[in-house]
């Protein structure tokens, strides 16, 4: 039976939250309820009790069976919804503000996380609510749209009003099906742009800030997966994700043939150096009257070096970030390194390329073009990725 623990802020849908709560106890979930002092002005606790038919949280000062209630109820749950959300909620949500039992539970818990806004208009429309709507997506918050036009409480037409119940429950269920469509698959997962030493000082490098392959790390350990992140970024390493930090093409090469046998499914989402150094200075290179000449060497191609241990049961993707004919580098690349599937994105897009969180791809597979991922957050981005990973893995 899922768990749900349900967040109920204060607007005029929270009653559309006690026919979520009646509809999902009906088709087998568990639902515990926690309002904010705000939503009782609504609807009582004592309506939300009946219906779920456990205690309601309110009072943050109040301890749980472990001294701490926030972070029983965050640890206790499969899953996490705000309905309604306001936008007070997001915006504290958004920037970090635990004032209140819901805000410093949605802190505290490590499961997915689901939002349905509902409010006025102007509101919905406003700038800052957007910012804060892209802030959380960003960090892998699914947000349920309101209905794009309809009549609002205030009496006036517009976007802004709570999604239906069922566009709701049936987008929890969704999201329940996927958190444990990688449950007990090894995932290794590859980041960053690496550095090629040219003195202790200086080094060649590229823009690759390792979003996408944090964000890939990140949405296959909230499926379930046992992940093994190896980064050459300076990003936190995502919760429930093992992390291995290198620099160099060399030592990402070292870190990921290593545990390449282990893995059920490798996806090279770094951007690795082709070239290095044939030395690197011990010292400081200083500067001098005329031009300075590099020479340079190749490095160890990382795909190409796995293709001849990968196993039947094993899946690869590869990523071709490219500036021209990006379509046909990739598919170049998926047959010559032998992969499952090719993930490409045009970075000579300032708006999705190198740096950016947001990002566009087109994923290719033997048979040509399987998807096409228009641009979202990269968090949203990992998740049809990983879409596609399940699905082919799991065809004959």
């Not at 802190?107 to 509902?118: E, G, N």
């Not at 997506?137 to 069922?166: D, H, I, W």
């Not at 429930?240 to 620099?247: A, D, W």
């Not at 690197?280 to 490095?299: C, H, S, Y």
Request: charged letters at 20%.
């Amino acid at each position: 039976m899922p768990v749900l623990l349900l967040g109920v802020s204060g607007g005029i849908a929270v009653y559309k939250a006690v026919e979520l709560t009646s509809w999902l106890r009906k088709r087998g979930w568990e639902v515990r309820v926690i309002m904010t002092e705000n939503a009782t002005r609504f609807v009582t606790p004592l309506t939300f009790q009946t219906m779920s038919r456990h205690a309601v949280h309110v009072d943050p000062f109040v301890e749980g069976e472990a001294g701490v209630e926030h972070i029983d109820l965050a640890r206790g749950c499969d899953l996490v919804a705000v309905v309604p959300a306001t936008a007070n909620l997001l915006a504290k949500y958004a920037h970090g503000l635990a004032d209140d039992l819901l805000t410093t539970t949605l802190l505290a818990t490590r499961a997915p996380v689901m939002v349905a806004p509902a409010m006025n208009t102007a509101m919905w429309e406003h700038p800052a609510t957007q910012a804060n709507l892209a802030i959380l997506q960003a960090r892998g918050v699914e947000v349920v749209m309101p209905q794009a036009a309809g009549e609002l409480a205030c009496g006036e037409e517009g976007a802004g009003k709570l999604a239906e119940v069922t566009a709701i429950a049936e987008a929890l269920e969704r999201r329940h099906r996927l958190a444990g469509s990688l449950y007990g698959v090894r995932v290794l997962v590859t980041a960053g742009g690496t550095r090629e030493p040219i003195d202790p000082v200086r080094y060649i490098g590229n823009r690759s800030s390792g979003k996408m392959g944090h964000a890939l790390a990140e949405a296959a350990a909230a499926r379930g997966a046992e992940v093994t992140l190896v980064t050459s970024a300076s990003l936190p390493i995502p919760a429930g994700v093992e992390g291995v930090r290198v620099q160099t093409a060399a030592e990402m090469e070292a870190a990921v043939s290593g545990r390449f046998g282990a893995a059920d499914v490798l996806v090279m989402a770094a951007a690795v150096a082709d070239y290095r150094p044939v030395q690197a200075a011990d010292r400081k290179i200083k500067k001098g009257q005329g031009p300075m000449v590099l020479e340079l060497e190749r490095t160890v191609d990382v795909l190409a070096s796995l293709a001849p241990h990968k196993r039947a049961d094993q899946f690869v993707v590869g990523f071709a970030a490219e500036t021209n004919d990006v379509l046909g580098y990739a598919e170049g690349k998926l047959q010559k390194k032998g992969l499952d599937l090719i993930v490409a994105n045009d970075v000579s897009r300032a708006d999705i390329g190198f740096e950016a969180d947001q990002n566009a791809v087109t994923v290719l597979g033997a048979t040509g073009v399987v998807a096409e991922v228009p641009r979202m957050p990269k968090r949203q981005v990992a998740d049809r990725i990983w879409d596609l990973v399940v699905e082919r893995r799991q065809r004959p």
